[in-house]
């Protein structure tokens, strides 16, 4: 990276200098970013899919009033491992 940055600077060029700086700041991050955590790159990209899917529960939702069960369709709506259970008394509604 320090080879990079040497270079970026020995052109002179004000966009190369203003991509140097921005290496230069955020030089930890960058090097971070390559980390590997079981063999995979450590990112953030999960939680923002729940995220998203939070916020797409939250449109089709037209508002709660109640946030008790807004919170339990959310558990509820991202838990994978999650069955549902049918009770006998509403099997036998016919």
Known sequence: MDCLLEDLYTFNIPEFNTIGRSIKKWRQEIINSFDTYDGRRISNGPIESVNSRIKLLK????????????????????????????????????
Do not use: E, M, Q, W
């Open 59 to 94: 449109r089709n939702a037209n508002g709660y009033k109640n946030f008790d069960k807004f919170r339990r369709r959310i558990l509820y709506s991202l838990n994978s491992n999650l069955t549902v259970k049918f009770y006998a008394h509403l099997l036998n509604l016919y």
